[in-house]
Nanobody, 111 residues
Framework: EVRLVESGGGLVQPGGSLRLSCTAS????????MSWVRQAPGKELEWVST???????AYTDSVKGRFTISRDNAKNTVSLQMNSLKSEDTALYYC?????RGQGTQVTVSS
């Protein structure tokens, strides 16, 4: 059974930083591309970032230069370092592998 557990969300002021983490189990992590997606209130699910099995990252345009995705295959974890946060980054952030998602972690950017 695929299991993805996110952590690290919270309330932060604009311009601040957060680091999200996701611990995965139930599949061969090193063989899987991993992603972060988010859903803001009243909006559709939005892809944020993906890291390939080889460690190559990809980002949606709105977070390029601010977010960094990384993975640790030894610990079965994928992380998302988020800097220079903006109010429009407020959303429920999910770790994803193929069609599976975790329960999400809330990120709120507000003064």
């Amino acid at each position: 059974e695929v299991r993805l557990v996110e952590s690290g969300g919270g309330l932060v002021q604009p311009g601040g930083s957060l680091r999200l983490s996701c611990t995965a189990s139930g599949f061969t992590f090193s063989n899987s591309a991993m992603s972060w997606v988010r859903q803001a209130p009243g909006k559709e699910l939005e892809w944020v970032s993906t890291i390939s099995t080889g460690g190559t990252p990809a980002y949606t345009d709105s977070v390029k230069g601010r977010f960094t995705i990384s993975r640790d295959n030894a610990k079965n974890t994928v992380s998302l370092q988020m800097n220079s946060l903006k109010s429009e980054d407020t959303a429920l952030y999910y770790c994803a592998r193929a069609s599976s998602r975790g329960q999400g972690t809330q990120v709120t950017v507000s003064s």
